[in-house]
């Protein structure tokens, strides 16, 4: 991970608080877990805890007791994970005591295999791991055996390490990710809602419409595509914990995973290059916003202008689009987010923003950086004038791409980051800085930059550029059953 733009960059320009962990060191020091076990457990569980308990010891990770990590009226301490071993009981389940949806992470340890048999599909893979989440009202799974155990998180990752007990290297790299980086739907105090369209207004052009359709239609023969979970159909403990769910998901309907997306045509200002480098961002005479970006050993002051997206609205089938409906325009000026949805909705529709929001904006902000840099320094390139006159697509899928299928001029990155999940403010920064990794390894290997394929670690990938959407999912065809 480069360090091209600055940590207080970063939250003035998409909002992502400056004391959020980007390096694994970082995260190891944040994070504050308790060992909470149910009244029963098997002896391999509590071996499986003791050896979890003494690596995160050994990695400066103290492992603190329910009574040390509950405040005076019982609950759980806000930032705090929490460790669960063992089957509870309704009473004693986790959830009862932590004092919102949003301040803890709960994570089930189960002394079984996993349930995942080799022939489940993404989608199967996904609706199993769902509807014990649900059950068990955790955000993480861990299943524990003789030689292996198994994380599954919310999004249909699965990882399988090997050992009975956690080692140091596996807890610190792929365990610490995925315990500080919590997936959450976008707060409302972070976005505006703007009026809907009219509702004989479109959302899009004749031509982007038609993209999104055919894009959708391309997909919907793809085992790829995780395409909705309905949180009705989930085995709640009883109706209580129904409404928790409920509330959890900002009354979404169910859940869909990926997206698709289409940046809105943006005329991106050449930057200017600065001799010395600078902290923080400047403002030119024109009080326009200028990012000090740092690339190639020198640094870039960039203008930054309001990005828009036209994506998908959460929570519909991605398979089967209906662009009157399932189309949300969502828009980036000065590190605030707005979103303007389609006029009247059917009975029943939602109308939310992806939890993917931050990512989708992330990566359009990165496309004006990097079209921005392109005038400047290789101004004879072809995408700052396509993001002018076409836009971008963006697409992401819970799969992963072979090297060899990655479009030409598109460069790969994000292999080394920390495995979070892509409704993080984690990857919104990977997102971000990320492009811009790729745009060094555009201009030191003299190939045209057209755009950047982010894969995440133990989650999916998204792939931006000139590619229109239907183009994009031709690509992905041609893996489509290739292994995961």
Known sequence: MNHSITTDSLNQLLGIPKETPLHLDEMCKQLRPILYPAPVISERLERFCHALSASMAELGIPVSTPDNGALPNGRFRPGTVILAPGEFPDNLLAINRVSTLYNNIIVGIYDEPAPLTPEATAQDRLNIIVRRLARDMVHMLIFVTDHTWTLCTMNG????LQGPYPDKNDVRCTLVPK???????????TLDILHPAKQDEAMASEATTEDFLLCSSLWSSSSYLLTHTSRENLPYRNDYYKKIVARYLDERNGMS????????????????????????????????TMLPVRIQNRTYLVPIPEVAILTTRSGCRKNNLNPK??????????????????????EGTTAKPSFD???IAAHALGNVLVASILKTAKPDSAFPRYLEHQGASMTHWHGVPRKEHIPEGYFLHGEKNPPVSCSTPQSAAYSLLGKIEALEQALEAGIDYQGDVHLEPNHGTNIVGMLTLAETARILHQYQNDPV
């Open 325 to 346: 409906t399932d189309l949300v325009e969502i828009r980036l000026k000065n590190g605030r987010i707005s979103m303007k949805t389609a006029g009247k909705l059917p």
């Open 179 to 189: 315990l500080t980086a919590q997936v959450v739907p976008p707060k409302p105090e």
């Open 157 to 160: 990752g699965v990882v399988t």
């Open 357 to 359: 929001t931050l990512t």
């Open 257 to 288: 995973y990926g997206f698709f997306a289409r940046q809105l045509p943006v005329r991106a200002e050449a930057a200017i290059r600065q001799e010395r480098n600078t902290s923080g961002q400047n403002k030119n005479n024109a009080e326009q």
